[in-house]
């Protein structure tokens, strides 16, 4: 069955770690995105990529980074400069075109320790 | 940028009657309205979409109707079931990747 990947499920940090969240899709689509989800603040877009090795800043990408060196995956890194990771992070993918659905994984609950 | 306002937060409503969840978004120029589900630990699930030229769709008992001119777009779900019970998001695109979320609305389906 084709879908969308995201390992662990469960992550915990340090203070002045990076953790690094991984998403892995087998659904050939060209675009991938992450976001990270707060208790009633729905989605928040942090980096998209509509293709290999190239990448857009989100809404709120300050304190992470990704990278995009294959098409099938699209880790996270949350940084130490990430001051309030603790949160539900998503990640999607989609066909490259106008007003195509995201599908997504289910999830990276990251907590501080 | 967009902006996607989405109401009620919760809704309860007894098993066999309907809920309705409507959100409203600022872009004129959004033109792709998708619904997700979402069920508790899991990511969202695409339940129906609808795009700027149609006024409104229907996949057996859920419906969704797109008003462009009040900028306002409602899912329907008629004769609801325990297992519709979860957190729905709706959201809207002006095209290519930027989507912009609502802030859900936790429905809980009584039996």
């Known amino acids: 069955d084709g879908g969308i990947t995201q390992s662990p499920k469960y992550l915990f940090r340090k203070e002045g770690q990076n953790v690094t969240l991984s998403c892995e899709q087998n659904?050939?689509?060209?675009?991938m995105y992450w976001y990270r989800q707060d208790p009633g603040q729905g989605l928040r877009l942090i980096y998209y990529?509509?293709?290999?090795?190239?990448?857009q800043k989100g809404d709120i990408a300050e304190g992470y980074s990704v990278s995009r060196e294959k098409k099938e995956s699209f880790p996270l890194t949350v940084t130490s400069a990430q001051k309030n990771p603790t949160a539900f992070y998503l990640c999607?993918?989609?066909?490259?075109?106008?007003?195509?659905?995201?599908?997504f994984g289910d999830g990276t609950r990251l907590s501080i320790l | 940028g967009e902006n996607v306002e989405q109401h009620p937060s919760t809704l309860s409503v007894q098993e066999g009657d309907s809920a309705v969840i409507k959100c409203t978004y600022s872009?004129?120029?959004?033109?792709?309205f998708p619904w997700y589900k979402q069920e508790l630990g899991k990511g969202p699930q695409l339940i129906i979409d609808?795009?700027?030229?149609?006024g409104e769709k229907k996949d057996q008992r859920i419906a969704v109707t797109l008003n462009k001119t009040a900028k306002h777009f409602s899912l329907h779900i008629t004769e609801t079931q325990p297992e519709d019970s979860a957190v729905y998001f709706c959201?809207?695109?002006?095209?290519?990747?930027?989507?912009?979320f609502g802030t859900g609305t936790k429905l809980q389906v009584i039996p």
């Open positions: 872009d004129s120029a959004s033109n792709y």
């Open positions: 609808i795009r700027s030229n149609v």
């Open positions: 959201a809207a695109s002006g095209g290519y990747q930027k989507v912009t």
């Open positions: 659904l050939n689509h060209d675009a």
């Open positions: 999607a993918s989609s066909m490259v075109g106008s007003n195509q659905p995201q599908h």
């Open positions: 990529s509509q293709i290999v090795n190239d990448f």
